[in-house]
């Protein structure tokens, strides 16, 4: 299997699981919310599904609305088919969702992933986005000495390309950067408020006030209320 294939294979099993679609229905849905499909055509998207037919991860069943119902014998056309994911085709989507190689952070590949995080467990979305971030790491460092190397020898609008490459893969990063840290803020928030409910279990006899001391220049100070420090995470 190709790695544009894999991608749509993945993309078709992920919009899928949200909910049965006509081809024309999901060949929108490509086009629209995941980008790197937008030169898309049917040429690619049909083969793909009756794979996913064969290899048992979806059926084809007859369009069911009232109006398709009625329109068909009239106009002489086929009902529309609609695609439903199979428990077959949930396990698989499942499987590949949990694949972090280095497929996963490829530029084509990383849009589609990133599109399905929702559904993503935290673990498999950490590393992702940091595989993603080493790669454009490592990019950057190529671009920066070959830009070094060349610098003499280029245009002005030529060496202005390369700059622009070089600013956009560094904005990346920086975004990177920001989803990671907000993804470990998260796992040490929901780390923290587990070991505060644990704690006000075995506390729960105590009398109010040592819960809660007043302070008269400010608002209440509450015991264990401080955000952790995404610097403190060690899963890394």
């Known amino acids: 299997m190709s790695r544009r294939s894999g991608v749509l294979e993945f993309a078709v099993l992920g919009l899928l699981r949200e909910s049965p679609m ?34 048992g991860w979806l059926i084809e069943e ?27 085709g949930k396990e698989r989507f499942e499987e590949l969702l949990s694949h972090t190689g280095p497929d996963a952070w490829e530029d084509e590949h990383f849009g589609v992933r990133f599109a399905f995080f929702g559904q993503t467990s ?6 992702v986005l940091e595989g993603r971030r080493s790669r454009l790491e490592e990019r950057l460092d190529k671009m920066r000495a ?20 070089m600013e956009s893969v560094e904005r990346e990063v920086r975004w990177l ?4 840290e907000s993804e470990r803020a998260g796992r040490d928030r929901r780390d923290g408020t587990a070991g505060q409910g644990r704690t006000t279990e075995r506390d729960e006899d105590r009398p109010p006030q040592q819960d809660q001391s007043e302070d008269a220049d400010g608002p209440p100070r509450h015991r264990g ?3 952790p420090d995404p610097s403190d995470d060690t899963a890394k």
């Open 22 to 55: 006509h081809g024309y229905e999901l060949r929108k849905r490509l086009n629209t919310s995941l980008g790197v499909f937008r030169a898309f055509s049917y040429g690619s998207l049909y083969p793909c599904l009756k794979t996913l037919v064969g290899n």
């Open 62 to 88: 007859s369009g069911s609305a009232s109006q398709d119902a009625l329109a068909a014998p009239l106009s002489g056309r086929r009902a529309k088919i609609v695609y439903r994911l199979t428990a077959a």
């Open 122 to 127: 935290r673990d498999v979305r950490m590393r």
């Open 146 to 165: 070959a830009m070094a190397r060349t610098r003499e020898r280029l245009d002005d609008y030529t060496l202005e390309l390369q700059r622009h490459g």
């Open 177 to 180: 950067n920001e989803l990671i």
């Open 225 to 227: 209320g401080s955000r």
